[in-house]
C-alpha cells in the first residue's frame, strides 16, 4: 500500500495533468458510469447527479459536502434542483478547483456552490457543518479509508448522511487473473485501491455512521465513458483517442461493478 502523503501527491498530479483531456473527453462529469432510473432512461450527466443526490436523501435547503468533486459537475446540477441547497466541493487538484470555479461564476451560483483544493482527510471546515456528503467514485483514492469516513463523520451533523457510489471490487477470493486485473485497473486509475462494499461499510460503522444500505447499483451506463476513448478512422474504422492511448485497458475478467453504501452519522 502507498502512503497517504504519496497517494495524496500521486493523485494531485495525475488530475492536475489529466483534467484538460477528462474535459475534452467526458465532459465535467469525471465518472465512469452515469446512474439511471431504469434500464430505458437516457444516460445523462446531469440527471445522474440529480439521482444519486436524491438516493443519498438530499433534499433542498441542504448543506452539502461533495468529497473529491472534480471539476463541480455533479454539484452544479445538484443546485440547479435545488435552489435553496449550499453545496462545497473539495478536490486536491489545483487545476481542477481553478476550473471548477470558473465554472460556478458562469453558472452565476458563486453564492451557493463553492470549489475548494483541499485534502478530503482534512477538510478545512468545522465539525457538523453539512447535512450530506458524497463521494462520488472518489474514495478509492484514499489510502486511509478509515479517517477519511472519520472525517465525514466529524463535518456532518448527528444524523447527518454520507453516501457512496464508486466502482467497486468484488470481496473475497480472486482468481490469479482477475487480481491481477484489478491491480492494473488500480494503477492505471491512480487508485489506492478499488473499494469493496464490506470494506467501505466496516469503515463507516466504525467511525460512528448506521448503514443504512448497502449493494450493486443495478442501471448504471459507461458507454460515454468508454465511447470518448475511440474516434472514427477512414482506415481502420475506428482509432483510439489521446484518452484511449492512455487508459484503454486490457483487463480480462476484471471483478468490478457499480454499487453504493447510504449510511447515517448516529445521533447524539
Known amino acids: 500500500m502507498i502512503s497517504s502523503d504519496a497517494q495524496r501527491e500521486r493523485v494531485r498530479a495525475f488530475y492536475d495533468q489529466w483534467t484538460p483531456v477528462f474535459l475534452a473527453g467526458y ?16 444516460a445523462d450527466a446531469d440527471a445522474s447527479a440529480v439521482l444519486l ?28 434542483v435545488h435552489p435553496r441547497a449550499g453545496i462545497h466541493g473539495v478536490t486536491l487538484s489545483a487545476v481542477q478547483a481553478g476550473v471548477g470555479r470558473r465554472l460556478v461564476d458562469e ?4 453564492g451557493r456552490v463553492t470549489i475548494t483544493q483541499a485534502d478530503f482527510h482534512d477538510l478545512p471546515f468545522p465539525d457538523a457543518s453539512f447535512d450530506v456528503v458524497l463521494f462520488l467514485e472518489s474514495c478509492g483514492y484514499s489510502s486511509a479509508r478509515g479517517a477519511l469516513f472519520a472525517e465525514a463523520a466529524r463535518v456532518v451533523r448527528p444524523g447527518g448522511r454520507i453516501y457512496v457510489k464508486d466502482v467497486f471490487a468484488r470481496a473475497g477470493p480472486l482468481t490469479e487473473i482477475e487480481a491481477r486485473s484489478i491491480a492494473a485497473f488500480d494503477d492505471l486509475w491512480q487508485l489506492a485501491a478499488s473499494p469493496t462494499l464490506p470494506g467501505v461499510t466496516a469503515d463507516l460503522e466504525a467511525a460512528g455512521c448506521a448503514v443504512i444500505s448497502a449493494g450493486e447499483l ?13 474516434e472514427p ?20 475478467d476484471c471483478p468490478t461493478f457499480f454499487a453504493e453504501v447510504r449510511a447515517r452519522r448516529s445521533a447524539e
Open 27 to 42: 465532459g465535467t462529469t469525471l465518472q465512469a458510469g452515469f446512474a439511471k432510473r431504469d434500464a430505458d432512461s437516457p
Open 53 to 80: 443526490a436524491s438516493r443519498a436523501g438530499v433534499r433542498d435547503g441542504d448543506r452539502i459536502l461533495d468529497a473529491g468533486c472534480g471539476v463541480g459537475g455533479p454539484a452544479l446540477a445538484i443546485a440547479a
Open 107 to 110: 453558472a452565476e451560483l458563486a
Open 218 to 230: 443495478r442501471h448504471v451506463d459507461s458507454d460515454r465513458f468508454v465511447a470518448a476513448m475511440v
Open 233 to 252: 478512422d477512414p482506415d481502420t474504422i475506428f482509432r483510439l483517442t489521446e484518452l484511449g492511448q492512455a487508459f484503454a485497458l486490457s483487463a480480462p
